[in-house]
T-cell receptor, first 113, second 115 residues
Framework: GQQLNQSPQSMFIQEGEDVSMNCTSS?????WLWYKQDPGEGPVLLIA?????ELTSNGRLTAQFGITRKDSFLNISASIPSDVGIYFC?????????????FGKGTKLSVKP | DAGVTQSPTHLIKTRGQQVTLRCSPK?????VSWYQQALGQGPQFIFQ???????QRGNFPDRFSGHQFPNYSSELNVNALLLGDSALYLC??????????????FGQGTRLTVV
């Protein structure tokens, strides 16, 4: 079945650092979504990508839809403490709607001690 | 404008019991999906309701059932609870089952603990 693999699983950030994470799949997706989840909350959509090769920004966040349609990247520039949380990539399962999403296992962002 | 609201926020049940979780979609939304999120994992799709019918279903046993009411709110029922059903249950709503690229909004979830 469809699977999304996220890397890294976790990372530590120091304020001001740039952060990169990615998501890969063995099958093609026609939409890539990036969510952030804070403790005790539901996921919040950060960026949606609908076209292969598309590069989209949302403030300090930039995401790209890979041209093979099998990967996507999320970059966070000049990280701040509130960037801490879990970031998930997601896509519609078997070409379905956003009501039926498949998620990766997440990349956990923590502050460097 | 209230977003997606779920109740209760936390719940503790005993193995073998039954549980009902509730979800009110964001105003203007007519489609509700339910997800199970185990600790350290991403959410997993359970099923989707549109026009009061189950339209899509993930890989979950029949112990998981649901309902959608005329006001678009929804319930998730789990029978014969197992320890492995302990998870955060998320509800997401959107407008239309397939229309365009409308965003799905998530509620804060119900944390279910089975003991």
């Amino acid at each position: 079945g469809q699977q999304l693999n996220q890397s890294p699983q976790s990372m530590f950030i120091q304020e001001g650092e740039d952060v990169s994470m990615n998501c890969t799949s063995s099958s093609i997706f026609n939409t890539w979504l990036w969510y952030k989840q804070d403790p005790g909350e539901g996921p919040v959509l950060l960026i949606a990508l609908y076209k292969a090769g598309e590069l989209t920004s949302n403030g300090r966040l930039t995401a790209q839809f890979g041209i093979t349609r099998k990967d996507s990247f999320l970059n966070i520039s000049a990280s701040i403490p509130s960037d801490v949380g879990i970031y998930f990539c997601a896509g519609p399962n078997y070409g379905g709607s956003q009501g039926n999403l498949i998620f990766g296992k997440g990349t956990k962002l923590s502050v460097k001690p | 404008d209230a977003g997606v609201t779920q109740s209760p926020t936390h719940l503790i049940k005993t193995r073998g019991q039954q549980v009902t979780l509730r979800c009110s979609p964001k105003s203007g939304h007519d489609t509700v999906s339910w997800y199970q999120q185990a600790l350290g994992q991403g959410p997993q799709f359970i099923f989707q309701y549109y026009e009061e019918e189950e339209r899509q279903r993930g890989n979950f046993p029949d112990r998981f059932s649901g309902h959608q009411f005329p006001n678009y709110s929804s319930e998730l029922n789990v029978n014969a609870l197992l320890l492995g059903d302990s998870a955060l249950y998320l509800c997401a709503s959107r407008l239309g089952q397939f229309e365009g690229n409308t965003e799905a909004f998530f509620g804060q979830g119900t944390r279910l603990t089975v003991v």
